[in-house]
């Protein structure tokens, strides 16, 4: 099994940051990688896939970026309603998520 | 598009339960379709896939009791829950994928499980 591992565990930041959330495969696994967010009793909710392709409507100050094993979702102006825990999601073989990072403003 | 979860509850281990997922705004045997699960305060595990052309795939976790199925007059996905466990205790989401790739572009609100004696 593909095991990921995302760091932090939380992040604590205030609102104009510039925000950073890693994500590693244990294998390669190309660009096959989606992030989700999700908001406290809520279902996730699809941001990025195939590592850095924007889903429609959602706001352009996400962004997505690696390839390999090493991954990382950025959000360039953190804002109040960007508050929720945030996953990622390989797709190379099967599906397997990492732990979640809890972003706190 | 629109996906609508029922059928969980407070069931009891070794127990049984059908889950549904109604869907509107699409049609459920045009895509593939899964159902994961999260239990509380817990992360995502993806439990269940079926193809259009009706192949199945399960986590190994759930191998052999747990069966997804869907109803093409209804529009509707299932998930046949057997030999249910504590560990089960989730809650169970049902999603769509995007074409033929294995990420999820809409989920349903999601139903709890609760297995306890």
């Known amino acids: 099994d593909i095991q990921m591992t995302q760091s932090p565990s939380t992040l604590s930041a205030s609102v104009g940051d510039r925000v950073s959330i890693t994500c590693r495969a244990s294998?390669?696994?190309?660009?096959?990688l989606a992030w989700y967010q999700q908001k406290p009793g809520k279902a996730p909710k699809l941001l990025i896939y195939?590592?850095?392709n924007l889903e429609s409507g959602v706001p352009s100050r996400f962004s997505g970026s690696g390839s390999g094993t090493e991954f990382t979702l950025t959000i360039s102006s953190l804002q109040p309603d960007d508050l929720g825990t945030y996953y990622c999601?390989?797709?190379?073989?099967?599906?397997?998520f990492g732990q979640g990072t809890k972003v706190e403003i | 598009v629109q996906l609508v979860e029922t059928g969980g509850g407070l069931i009891q281990p070794g127990g049984s339960l059908r889950l549904s997922c109604a869907a509107s705004?699409?049609?459920?045997?045009?895509?593939?379709m899964s159902w994961l699960r999260q239990a509380p305060g817990k992360g995502l595990e993806w439990v269940s896939i079926?193809?259009?052309?009706?192949?199945?795939y399960y986590a190994d976790s759930v191998k052999g009791r747990f069966t997804i199925s869907r109803d093409t007059s209804k529009n509707t996905l299932y998930l046949q829950i057997n030999y249910l466990r504590a560990e089960d205790t989730a809650v169970y989401y049902c999603?769509?994928?995007?074409?033929?790739?294995?990420?999820?572009?809409?989920w349903g609100q999601g139903t709890l499980v609760t297995v306890s004696s």
């Open positions: 999603a769509r994928l995007r074409g033929d790739s294995w990420f999820f572009d809409y």
């Open positions: 705004g699409f049609t459920v045997s045009s895509n593939y």
């Open positions: 079926i193809y259009t052309g009706d192949s199945t």
């Open positions: 294998q390669s696994i190309s660009s096959w």
């Open positions: 195939k590592a850095s």
């Open positions: 999601q390989q797709y190379y073989t099967y599906s397997t």
